[in-house]
């Protein structure tokens, strides 16, 4: 099955955002490892998650409207966030994996969300600290992925705000209640 949708978002995605996928295949395996997880559906939530990358604003507003996906006004002033969702959707009508693991992880690996299971928490991390990222700061999340996952989970989602205000973009509200949740999750374990 994993080759099959290796083939088909290959056909989809450029060179640099295949290969950008294949790293998070890697990064994706590395971690589950740790957890209990079901690798081949990491494997296939990892090379899918970025299917969607490769419209452009307008088709995946078009898309976003073809699949019944509600599109909020952040999404709509910054239709690059819809690639996650419209991806699932892909995953799901086009690729007919019908997982919701898969689903969600795809859906919410941009913004993230409140009450993350650790099966998109690996796909959102992994996208994170794969081989191609080279931001300020990734090698301390790629340590601290492998020793404290609540913490590379917080500081991703840190350097995703911090990259959103200097750039004076809008922040989306799934992702301040996902920082919230992990630092009162934090609290609680
Ligand atoms: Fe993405
Ligand atoms: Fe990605």
Redesign the pocket.
């Known amino acids: 099955m994993y080759q099959l949708v290796e083939e088909k978002v290959r056909k989809m995605l450029d060179e640099k ?1 295949f290969i ?2 294949k790293n ?1 295949v890697k990064a994706a395996v590395a971690l589950a490892n740790k957890f209990d997880l079901d690798i081949e559906k990491i494997k296939i939530a990892a090379i899918a ?2 299917c969607a ?1 490769n419209f452009s604003d307008d088709e995946l507003l078009k898309k976003a409207n073809y699949y019944g996906i509600m599109v909020d006004e952040i999404q709509k002033r910054c239709p690059f966030l819809l690639h996650g969702p419209v991806g699932a959707y892909i995953c799901k009508y086009e690729f007919e994996i019908k997982d919701e693991d898969i689903f969600n992880a795809i859906y919410y ?1 941009t913004t993230g969300r409140k009450g993350m299971s650790i099966f998109e928490s690996i796909i959102y991390l992994a ?1 994170f600290i ?1 081989e191609d990222r080279n931001f300020e700061g990734v090698d301390k999340i790629r340590k601290e992925a492998f020793e404290n996952f609540k913490k590379a989970l917080l500081l991703s989602c840190n350097s995703t705000l911090t990259y959103v205000i200097e750039k004076n973009n809008l922040i989306h509200p799934l992702t301040i209640e996902f920082r919230n949740w992990i630092i009162l999750e934090g609290e609680n374990t």
């Open positions: 955002r950008h996928s998070v998650h970025d990358k690996h996208d794969s």
